[in-house]
């Protein structure tokens, strides 16, 4: 790790942390046998305060530079964007896949509760489906160039919370799902694969369809009842089978 002075003079570590070192504070990696580590500084966590302000004001400003030019923006051409340099944007995120995680744990973040609120918006769970649907698809057609960026390289897609996100989603789906049967009656784990199979279904869909020319792209709205229709279809044929779920797997085992 190297270090970099900051605007205020203070050492900035490559990982765009403050280097406490460089400031000439001790950083203790544990205090050791009869030992005490020393309390904070206030200067120290101050100037946390400030940075991560800071951050998540950058964060938003490129979120608007990437929206009006492109995924395949550089952090060169970002940096000029914002009237800064490419050593001070360096000194906020580590490399261009750490800013891409970040804007997309900023976007995920929004989109989180957009789906929740999905979700809950009607208590007739095909309705829940299609709403959830259509605000992915809404969420996606609105910031194609962000949604583009933050999903490339394939690295940056894999880091942050983009795991974590999809699982929760998947928790949405799963309690939507859940609403269609007496409780007990399909066990959680079973409902949990269905529900993953649902969100990959429209993840995949909505990355196909985000790509596509625009003269030979469907709808959003057409989209939507398209997908909507599939996981309905596909999840009411498994209810409405005169065998119970249970029952066709015992079934199938037994072959």
């Known amino acids: 790790m190297y270090s970099i002075t900051g605007h205020d003079g203070r050492s900035v570590n490559s990982n765009g942390g403050v280097d406490v070192l460089g400031a000439g504070v001790v950083a203790l990696e544990g205090a050791g046998p009869g030992e005490v580590a020393p309390a904070p500084d206030g200067r120290t966590t101050r100037w946390d305060g400030h940075r991560s302000q800071r951050r998540l004001e950058m964060v938003r400003q490129i979120r608007r530079v990437v929206h009006e030019h492109g995924p395949d923006i550089s952090m060169e051409e970002i940096a000029t964007r914002l009237g800064t340099s490419k050593s001070i944007l360096y000194r906020y995120f580590r490399d261009k896949t750490a800013l891409q995680v970040a804007l997309g744990e900023y976007i995920l973040g929004r989109a989180r509760s957009r789906l929740a609120e999905a979700s809950a918006s009607s208590r007739d769970p095909r309705r829940a489906v299609e709403a959830m649907v259509a605000t992915y698809l809404e969420i996606v057609d609105q910031s194609r160039n962000v949604f583009l960026f933050v999903n490339r390289p ?96 015992d079934e199938t085992q037994d072959r």
């Open 154 to 249: 394939a690295q940056a897609a894999a880091e942050g919370n983009l795991r974590v996100f999809v699982g929760q989603v998947e928790d949405l789906v799963a309690a939507t799902l859940a609403r269609l049967f007496p409780e007990g009656v399909i066990p959680a784990a079973r409902l949990r694969i269905w529900a993953a199979a649902t969100v990959g279904l429209v993840r995949g869909a909505a990355e196909e369809w985000i790509t596509t020319p625009a003269p030979d792209r469907p709808t959003r709205e057409l989209l939507g009842a398209d997908l909507a229709t599939m996981v309905w279809d596909g999840t009411h044929a498994l209810i409405s089978t005169d065998r119970s779920p249970a029952d066709a797997q």
